[in-house]
């Protein structure tokens, strides 16, 4: 079972359109986050959610929404997509001060 | 806020040769400290971690790095690579003064190993 699943591994769309991306974690973690890796590889955080609840929210446009249903999964809302995320998003689990647990990464094309 | 800084960017090395990759972070405190790496097309995978304890943790892979407190740095080390060590390697640290439980990363160090 993977530990860190997020859907989907590949997107392509268009400037101006409205996407999901969806992770899910088996671990039991209280805590996940969203992080963008431009074509620099640096790695940014953007969200993190613990038990639900919305705790780091970095300088992002307010075009992303995250949504967390439960603790187990935290989802990723982009409306009007720009040129300029394109990235590779990876959503990643922990618990406390542990490791984070990574998921495979979503990378988005925006043309 | 805490921040995490990687010195070398690139670095290319021969097999067998010995790397040491630099990681300081900003502020004090209980820290936990992290080093992840990333193969070409992958996701993130955790190298070795530091909690408490020995100073010198030892990980996957025959990587190993040592926390030095006064330093505020966590370096990265292995006494000789493979070809296969070639990846992005990022620091991160938890905890700390203004860190709380945000994983910060460093910028990245791309390492190429030749053979």
């Known amino acids: 079972d993977t530990a860190v699943s997020q859907t989907p591994k590949y997107l392509v769309t268009q400037m101006g359109n409205d996407k999901s991306i969806k992770c899910e974690q088996n671990l039991g973690h209280d805590t996940m986050y969203w992080y963008k890796q431009d074509s620099k590889k640096f790695l940014k955080i953007m969200f993190s959610?613990?038990?639900?609840?919305?705790?780091i929210n970095e300088t992002v446009p307010n075009r992303f929404s995250p949504k967390s249903p439960d603790k187990a999964h935290l989802n990723l809302h982009i409306n009007s997509l720009e040129l300029g995320d394109s990235a590779v998003y990876f959503c990643?689990?922990?618990?406390?001060?542990?490791?984070?647990?990574f998921g495979q990464g979503t990378r988005l094309t925006v043309v | 806020a805490q921040s995490v800084s990687q010195h070398n960017h690139h670095v290319i090395l021969s097999e067998a040769a010995s790397l040491e990759l630099g990681c300081n972070y900003s502020y004090g405190g209980t820290v936990n400290l992290f080093w992840y790496v990333q193969y070409p097309g992958q996701h993130l995978q955790l190298l070795l971690k530091?909690?408490?304890?020995?100073?010198l943790v030892k990980g996957i892979k025959g990587f190993e790095a040592e926390f030095i407190k006064s330093k505020f740095s966590f370096n990265l080390r292995k006494p000789s690579v493979q070809w296969s060590d070639t990846a992005e390697y990022f620091c991160?640290?938890?905890?700390?003064?203004?860190?709380?439980?945000?994983?910060?990363f460093g910028t990245g160090t791309q390492l190429k190993v030749e053979l």
């Open positions: 990643a689990s922990s618990s406390g001060l542990s490791q984070a647990f």
């Open positions: 530091y909690f408490s304890g020995d100073p």
């Open positions: 959610y613990n038990n639900k609840e919305l705790i």
């Open positions: 991160a640290v938890k905890g700390g003064t203004g860190g709380g439980n945000k994983l910060t």
